[in-house]
């Protein structure tokens, strides 16, 4: 194992550095304005193809969380993790038909001004304060955290402050260029991040392939993988006994079998691609067809995302059960960073230069949505409601760069404990107090016209307090004995709910509860939106998408059931 960079590690890095700089600054005169407006800034309106619309998915999907984060559950569960990746190409099937026509036809460009014209001011501005601190405190913070650990750790553990403190200025640089230049400089940073992740996970699996006396054959390493850790390769896990090891029950709290698949699994993936301003942000600007192409361009992506991020945390633990890897730092999240050590020269300047192009693009896709949101729903309606275009755009700028303080300051010393649980479970199980909300409003005010506007304030709020509910204080109360759902000794002295089954609760209750109110509200709502006819069909190119990717899907589930 070598913690170090060498030279032409080193020249490859900065390589990508200057490629990606220069193509970003050439982008930005190219498309420049003479007068930047506030549609070209946040959305790049009209200006991104449907490669680039895909490619800044998945530039922005893809950061630390997966890289340290997933990787780090491959490591822990095994393949089972791939769940978040696969149902995601389903879900962007489901989001590119059914949830962007209704987007594009009402012109929406930002998620809190769908809920002011779907529902009210209140509802949109509750949600807007929700989803500002969501992306800072959680998103931010996080993607800063695991992407300083991870490359902190190659260079000898002595840089953590300094790593994060230019993450965020890369960052902030590619933000200030406005969305134009964020969408088309993404398309190399996916470009990086997915020739440096395969290489990474091609001499992974070589390197164990070399350990176990069998040759640099990285199919010969997969074989090794498989028949040395068969546990790690079953997509779904066994409800756990009384009698099952605590570490096997840490497991199912973070995968929960096949319950996982009965709500928990499509909120978090409906939610964060189809209710979610940093993710949608990227198709509200292009024509449907575009955007439709795009998304699902990123959902054939999204297929091969458990090769590069989980597969390298498998072959972690194969070589660290076997006594081939001795250090392991950061626990699980270390896997990525230990299978990097191992890498020659120059390709490890190459994965490390993959892992900062997935993080950067990540924080500055974020870094956008926070601005959009803050400047259109709260700035320009709430405190300058008369500032024209330039003021906007300057108040957007202002804002990404406090948020990036903000988020640094409560990352410097892990204030919020991410690392106490594995980065990848943090991120979901946090988000997942306000996704089944949030969800529930988003899909009844699409598709049911009765929804009102205090059954929308309701469903908001119930669904924060039922995740808390059901997360921190159901077990507490009833133990192990909960009324809905067993809990399990979490190895802390207490029991704990698997959480993608809180968030299947907490929707399912939410939707009652908005339903219930709905029914007793008005039975005509002259807000509700009109569904034209034809307005969900799709075009044969389309279908031929659609169909490859499930036979896809369908062949990947059959062989890992």
Known sequence: MNNSLST???????AYIVIVGTYGFWIYNKKKKAVTDTKDFFLAEGSLTWWAIGASLIASNISAEQFIGMSGNGFFVGIAVAAYEWIAALGLIIIAVWFIPIYLKNKIYTMPQFLTMRYNETVALIMAVFWLFLYVFVNLTSILYLGAIAIDGLLGGQYLHVIMIGLAMAAIIITLGGMKVIGYTDVIQVAVLIVGGLATTYMALTIVSERFGLGTDAIAGFKVLMKDAPDHFHMILDKPTSESPQEYIDKYLILPGILMYAAGQWIVNLNYWGCNQYITQRALGADLHTARTGILFAGFLKLM??????LPGIAAYVLYKNGHLPELVGGMDGAYSAILSFLPSGLKGLSVAALTAAIVA??????????????LDIYKKYIRKDADETKMVWTGRLTVVLSMLVALIFTWEDLLGIGGEGGFTFIQKYTGFISPGVFAVFTLGMFWKRTTGAAAIAGILVGFILSVFFNEAAPAIFGNETLLYTAYPNGKGGYEIPFLICMGLAFFFTVAVMVAMSLAGPKINPKAFIHEKGMFSVKPATVVQIVITLLILMALYIKFW
């Open 305 to 310: 995302m458990p090769i590069i991020v989980m």
């Open 362 to 375: 990540s924080l500055a896709g974020k870094a956008n949505s926070i601005s959009t949101i803050f400047t």
């Open 8 to 14: 032409a590690d080193i020249l490859v890095f900065l």
